[in-house]
């Protein structure tokens, strides 16, 4: 084999070298766009969810109001449990957020139990049952959340991709989990 013939195999290697990691960077990159996008995806659906729960509370204190309004306290744990929900900037922020709220709805269904004409009232089952149709809708929310992030953070930390990809700017993404698991295991409900 002649000099030239040995460099044109060198080069060609060479080149074939540089299009397969090309290839390889630019499928791994785009497959981070597209987790990166769906996490994006899934906290906005989170958020919207949260949003829907915080405009259903007003009225469910003003109808508990009706019955229980010497329950000052509560009314203002729900009250500033909403605002801290409506605030949240972040999984992070957002996780601190519903552990208070899930307590102050606690309190307020704890009130409610003890007014059997509110048990009774249309306007407050309807508010209830809303409610806890948001609540299930924010639980499989946050599991389709955690799962995207879960994907994305493995993509991120695997080898070689572990290598580069923080210098094309993606990192790791925080789960939307909540402090005190026990508070969300199951979401208020009243039972008649």
């Known amino acids: 084999m002649d000099p030239i013939s040995s460099l044109i195999a060198i080069i060609g290697v060479l080149v074939l070298l540089v ?79 519903e552990g208070h709220m899930q307590q102050a709805l606690k309190s307020i269904f704890a009130v409610a139990e003890a007014y059997p004409q509110l048990q009774a009232s249309q306007n407050f089952l309807q508010l209830q049952g809303e409610l806890v149709d948001t609540e299930d809708k924010i639980q499989a929310s946050r599991r389709f959340y955690n799962g995207g992030v879960r994907e994305l953070n493995v993509k991120i930390k695997q080898f070689p991709n572990t290598l580069f990809v923080r210098g094309l700017g993606f990192t790791e993404r925080d789960f939307f989990e909540v402090a005190d698991a026990a508070a969300i295991a199951e979401p208020p409900r009243v039972q008649f």
């Open 19 to 97: 299009v397969i990691a090309g290839i390889y960077l630019w499928a791994t990159y785009n497959s981070l766009v597209t987790l990166n996008v769906r996490v994006d995806e899934a906290w906005s659906d989170i958020t919207v969810q949260l949003k829907r729960r915080a405009d259903l509370l007003p009225n469910l204190i003003e109808a508990v109001k009706g019955y229980a309004a010497h329950e000052k306290q509560v009314f203002e744990a729900v009250t500033k449990a909403r605002a801290e929900t409506l605030g949240a900037q972040g999984p992070a922020d957002a996780a601190v957020a």
